[in-house]
């Protein structure tokens, strides 16, 4: 296990390697922390591996039981989570858990989130789960009344069919989304199974059909990567066998799908088929509601969407048996045991024969049956024409978070009323972005992902960073909540090279609207409780407003706040409270904290202010500590962009690339900000920076470097007027031989670290079994 520790550093370790001495230093440092991680197994044992796993190796920190926290600040190390489905991915759905290379080596010890903010109020502290030992319910509750029986099972049943999912007490919110949505759509015969008496308890209390799962796991013990953790995934499977014991038909779906639409009737246009499952195919190869072709939609199986019929007993029976093997993946095992011997669907039905010829099998519609990607991203049914079954927040980027913020984008997620109400209000932008950006990112990208693609992508989303940047200055200012707007992308994201500006063989309308992991680090960044960042903020979906359960009183409770041009009349600079007139209050561009919480003294009544011209709207806290947690909390807020064709091959975006700034890895960016690799300081050749919008005045774009640098008036105003003569530089276009062999360097250490175990599957372009993201309830 050491071993596995320490080379996981080594692997992890980020190596900005410029020179020689760099390179040692690096060693060395490598060296003290592997010796240090040593110290720590040694002096404190078992349960810190499982926190630097829970933390490190697969950081999801909801995931993680208050109880079982050691008591120590662990350091992040630069881990990228490993996706290879070869080593770790070894249970469930998933093949690994973010994509991003989210955490960098030089950061202060962390203090970790206690638990997941899951109460709106921010002053109410989040409640604790209550402790393993049992609490007093107020109905006379026993654990053991809630056993998997055929006298519990048969009545339940919907036309012959239940549907069950499974979660512990963690993912009670996810438990009850799962339930509302399958109510909403029709469906009564469902079952949760309970992984604890916690979950139990509550599922009885709300009156959700469960069952007390014998998973022989206590609360305690399920934090990620826990060796009972670890056979999660094998549950799922023995969960299937308990379940078609009974002789029932089962559909079985994890806890982070959302049904939109009662499957049974289509279900049951199949009654030949003894399985029919969820497929990671990104492009449908049919056009209607018909099930998928096989083996044209070639992709792996996705085991988080299944039916089983009870003909399948045996296939069940032999995957169960062939988990025995602790290195086999369930899911891999699955599409190796259902593809063996396999036949061609037959139309019309695209029914085929697998396992052998013994079993009927189908593949659900991907567009229907939906992945992240072609639900979240693709939307495919919509293209298509068609209704959606269900959604599955795969293809995902930041964890737990990031699965409950693709639902609430979606509108699919249950909160409580209180979500939609906060006693301080919030802060909305009305975003304004030139036609000319979304024009520009509407022209096809084509053929690999080379840096010169990248301009306009990089430009559309920096634009609107850029007026997010603003609106987090005065919510965090005000205690206000902060509603992110939709963000606009040209670009796909992914973990392996894209393609056209997609992960490989999909397209779509572009620009679209990217869910917003695609940009935002939710879990490493938006989600914890940072003291170094100053006040925790608090944010929405850019949905929000427009959905159903919106509180009207709330929603009616508004005023914009109109942030003046240079040189406009009528704007309040901050001595005094800016009057509210028709709704709209006027405030002068650039005002630092004090000036600006003066001038909008008078809207605190408002729920809602909504910010116009946003990008001026905040300027700097005036209180120096302040703008310095303001600064490190917007480093930490950007996530990547993933991947060239190059490696590394992803590249941050920047809250401040329209200035010269230091990133979050202390890299310096000039006035004209142009990517670099991964994390190192290594500029990313052949990129072109976009051409100036038409109509941005060379005067006006001095006027605005100057209000907005401060003290780097001349570097911005010369690179604004660089870039408004349109001079175009070549980032790093000449760099001759040492940059080359630098880059050589790179790439022989530097695919993104989750993928280096699969340079030979990067090369098949056979990602998606392993990349999977449903980590739900998966081993690591
Ligand atoms: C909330 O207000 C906005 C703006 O007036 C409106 O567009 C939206 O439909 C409202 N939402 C609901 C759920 O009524």
Known sequence: MLQIGLARVERAASVPVSSRTDRLMARIALVIVAGGLVYGFYSLGGPVWWRVYAT??????????????????????????????????AGGTSGGAIAEPKVEPKEEPRVEPKEEPRVVEPKVEVKPSPSPSPS???????????????????????DGLIMITWANHHYLDFAKTWVHNLKKSGVSGYMVGAMDDDMLRDLVQLDINTWRMNTGI??????????????????????????????????????????????IPYFHRYPDADILTSTDQLSPTVHDDSLEKFPEAGS??????MLFRPNSKGFVEEWVKTLDDPKMWDQTAFNDLARKGHGHSQAPKNLWRGYEGKLTVGVLPCALFASGHTFFVQHKYAELGLEP???????????????????REEMLFEDPPEYYDHPNGFVAIDMDIPQ??????????????TADKLGDHFALVHHQLFR?????GVAVMMGRVLVLPPIWCQLDKYWAPLYNGNIPGTAWKKPFICPADHVLDLEGGWYPNRPDFGPHLQYREHSFFNNPRMNKAVNASRVTVHVCKQGEADCSSGVAPAPVKDGVVRVAPQLNSDQLSKALEGVQGFKIITLRNAVDAFKEFSDPEKQRQFVNRLNHYASVFCCLANNPGWIWYDFFADRPHNDRFGREFGAQWAPKHGDTRMDVAGYVPPAPLPGVSRR???????????????????????????VVALAAGGRGAEAEAELEQLQAVGLPRRLQGEREKLREVRFLSSMELNAMFSAP
């Open 136 to 158: 007093p319910s107020p109905k006379e509750f026993n654990p053991d009344g809630y056993p998997l029986t055929r006298e519990r099972v048969l009545p339940l049943l919907q």
């Open 218 to 263: 206590t609360k305690r013990d399920l934090g990620w990567g826990s060796q009972n953790f670890h056979l999660m995934g094998r549950f799922k499977i023995k969960l299937i066998r308990d379940v078609l014991a009974l002789d029932v038909t089962v559909v079985v779906s994890d806890i982070d799908t959302a049904w939109l639409k009662n499957p």
């Open 468 to 472: 997010l940047r603003a609106a987090v």
């Open 300 to 305: 792996a199986f996705n085991i988080g969407i």
């Open 389 to 407: 079954y269900v959604a599955h927040a795969t293809f995902q980027y930041s964890g737990t978070p990031g699965k409950r913020h693709r639902f």
């Open 700 to 726: 006006r774009g001095l006027l605005d470097a100057l209000a907005m640098v401060g003290s780097s008036d001349d570097v911005a105003a010369a690179a604004v007027a660089q870039r408004d003569q349109g």
């Open 56 to 89: 490190v190796i697969h950081p999801y920190q909801d995931a993680v039981h208050p109880n079982q926290q050691a008591p120590v600040a662990v350091t992040k190390l630069p881990v990228v989570e490993g996706g290879s489905g070869t080593n770790t991915a």
């Open 436 to 449: 000319a950006l979304l024009d520009r990112a509407a022209q096809p990208v084509e053929g690999p992902m």
